[in-house]
């Protein structure tokens, strides 16, 4: 694997934000499609070793989502939260995110994709009501299931592109 | 005027935050309506040189809003976002902000009500997903016209608590 296909995560400490920058061998549009179709995004999202079923997914300007992850002990984790605006490849997805286990703490996050030579430069960035809130995340261990989740995504990428 | 019902914005340097404490001479269930009611909040929202009008309001899970601004020369501002969950004194509000004339730029807020004997102090929190896009929000003049409207609220607030 190449490095251009590395996941860089920047957090300056003590800002309520996340950034994160990631390239994949895929035009914007099925970006778009694997981060707003659920049947596509329960396939890559989190860690080889939990599974995820989404309860809804409506990728609109009002829309909610939800999702339940669990592994081999069966213990179940759910997030959710809503879009804001239409999701498009000209302006990402912007939505709020909200982990059920730690109610209250929802942080909100932005989508862009940047397309160039048939390649997608994904720009994530997430900001967290308190700081606080955001070094739980981190301490949480998302960074490691993130980097699984997007080589999980790599892989379906490729199939998805065969297939077209 | 007491002090204790003086509005205090705190604005670190570099932060992609701003907080905001209020305190009102009102209970929690009635801050919740004139921040949830459309026909209530268009009544103080702003400075007194703006009048607001609500195309939609609609506070529940997923629910959008979108109100018009507008001044003497009948030139129009609109602002639009989405809540995150039910509103309730419980949980407070959360909700996305953007201004139709800077699309792209969106922004998260939180909004918690303490009762104590019979008053409520309000804490609402914004989060950017840029510090630039903050900067920009308070170089607007944002701070006069918030701190009029709490005013503004102020007495709307003696008028519903006499109604009732």
């Known amino acids: 694997m190449s490095t251009s296909t590395k996941t860089q995560l920047t957090v300056e400490p003590g800002s309520h934000a996340m950034e994160i920058v990631r390239e994949f ?3 914007a549009a099925l970006l778009l499609r694997v981060h707003t179709e659920p049947e596509l ?7 080889r070793r939990l599974q995820t079923r989404f309860d809804r997914l409506e990728a609109h300007d009002g829309g909610r989502y939800r999702f339940v992850q669990w592994g081999e ?3 179940e984790h759910a997030f959710r939260g809503v879009f804001h605006g239409d999701p498009s490849v000209e302006d990402g997805i912007r939505q709020t995110f909200e982990y059920e286990g730690a109610p209250g703490h929802v942080s909100f996050q932005t989508l862009a994709f940047e397309e160039h030579d048939g390649r997608t430069t994904l720009h994530a960035t997430s ?6 809130a955001r070094d739980m995340m981190l301490a949480s261990g998302m960074e490691g299931g993130m980097n699984e989740g997007y080589e999980r995504l790599d892989e379906l990428l490729a199939r998805l592109t065969v297939d077209e």
Request: glycine share 10%; no cysteine.
């Open 41 to 47: 995004m329960a396939q890559w999202l989190g860690p």
């Open 127 to 132: 900001v967290f009501t308190t700081v606080q």
């Open 25 to 27: 061998d895929a035009p």
């Open 73 to 75: 002990d069966g213990t």
